[in-house]
Nanobody, 122 residues
Framework: VQLVESGGGLGQPGGSLRLSCAAS????????MAWYRQAPGRERELVAV???????TYADSVKGRFAISRDNAKNTVFLQMNSLKPEDTAVYFC?????????????????WGQGTQVTVSS
């Protein structure tokens, strides 16, 4: 199972960026999908999470500015980031809880993407 992120880069304060993350491999089902971020010298923090049913939760620091969504048919999660601030600068990681086949049974694994850099600067 692999998570591949795309869409990071340089954004201006007040601007927008959109991140994507696609899960691939032998997948029976993808449960929750989430975005985390880690700024230099800081711990990794949860940005937003979305369940398979579409319910979402956000960190207070991004509420009203970021929106998480998913395409279940494509096992893909998105993060629309609006009204960007310099403090949003970080490496953003995709995370997913995935049910994979194991012989005649299944197992739940937690997968991480490789991370994509988001820099907000004028």
């Amino acid at each position: 199972v692999q998570l591949v992120e795309s869409g990071g880069g340089l954004g201006q304060p007040g601007g927008s960026l959109r991140l994507s993350c696609a899960a691939s491999g032998s997948i029976r089902r993808v449960n929750s999908m989430a975005w985390y971020r880690q700024a230099p010298g800081r711990e990794r923090e949860l940005v937003a999470v979305i369940t398979s049913g579409g319910s979402s939760t956000y960190a207070d620091s991004v509420k009203g500015r970021f929106a998480i969504s998913r395409d279940n048919a494509k096992n893909t999660v998105f993060l629309q980031m609006n009204s960007l601030k310099p403090e949003d600068t970080a490496v953003y990681f995709c995370n997913a809880e995935i049910v994979v086949p194991v012989y005649d049974d299944s197992e739940t694994v937690v997968a991480w993407g490789q991370g994509t850099q988001v820099t907000v600067s004028s």
